[in-house]
Every structure is written in C-alpha cells, then in structure tokens.
C-alpha cells in the first residue's frame, strides 16, 4: 500500500511538471494584465505605458497605435482628470491570450459596458493588444 502512494505521488509530480511550464506562462501572462490594468486604474500614463514592450501595436476601435509614443498619444484622454474608472467584468484566457471585459464607471455612478481587449505577453511585456467596444 506505501509503495502505490509514492508511485501515486511520483506520478502526480509528474504530471505537475509537465503540465507547469504553460500554466505558469498563462499564470505571468496574467500577472502582466493584472498589472497594466493596475497601471490604468492608478491614474499614471507612464506607468500604463511601461506595460507595454517598446515596438508593441495596439488596435483599438479602428486606429492603431506602434510603440509608446503612439500608443501614449491613443490613450491620453483617458488619463485626463474626470476620465471614467475601469472596471473588470471578465477575465481569462484565450488560447495563449489574456482577454478582458471592461465596463468604464464614470463619476456619477453610470457604467458603460463592455468592451473586450484581447493581450499578447512576450518577455514580460504587452507586444499586441487589440481593443474594441
């Protein structure tokens, strides 16, 4: 009976060190989007920015935006005093992609949802966001 718990054990090792490699890729991924939205919530365009790689693309609603400056110019009015707050309806993953649902809460309590941003994370970094809604 001990002898099948350890091989019941070293099996499921195993099959977690398999299986480690992705979710933790999925995992960082992750973290990465957790910490741009942060960023955006924080109310601090260079610190959103940062979260992008420095040649990243970013598609939102028809315009495109390549690299910081660009992508700094796209998301300014967002960063304006009185600009709506965020708020995360959803969240996952799909495929190696992070995605989220936002609805925008302006001051008065009204929300306006949803859109949908779907995230590429290379090396720690957002290389592709496209954005709509």
Do not use: W
Not at 75 to 92: C, M, Q, R, T, W
Request: glycine fraction near 8%; proline fraction near 3%.
């Amino acid at each position: 009976m001990r002898n099948m718990r350890i091989i019941a054990a070293a099996g499921a090792l195993a099959a977690t060190a398999i299986a480690s490699p992705v979710a933790l890729a999925q995992s960082d991924d992750a973290a990465v989007v957790q910490a741009h939205v942060n960023a955006y919530r924080s109310g601090s365009l260079d610190a959103f920015v940062a979260t992008f790689a420095k040649d990243a693309t970013v598609t939102a609603n028809g315009l495109t935006a390549t690299g910081h400056a660009e992508i700094r110019k796209l998301y300014s009015l967002n960063f304006k005093p009185g600009a709506p707050k965020i708020k995360i309806v959803e969240s996952g993953l799909s495929g190696p992609n992070v995605y989220i649902n936002a609805a925008y809460v302006f001051k008065d309590g009204r929300e306006m949802c949803c859109s949908y941003s779907e995230y590429t994370i290379k090396n720690g970094k957002i290389t592709y966001l496209v954005s709509s809604g």
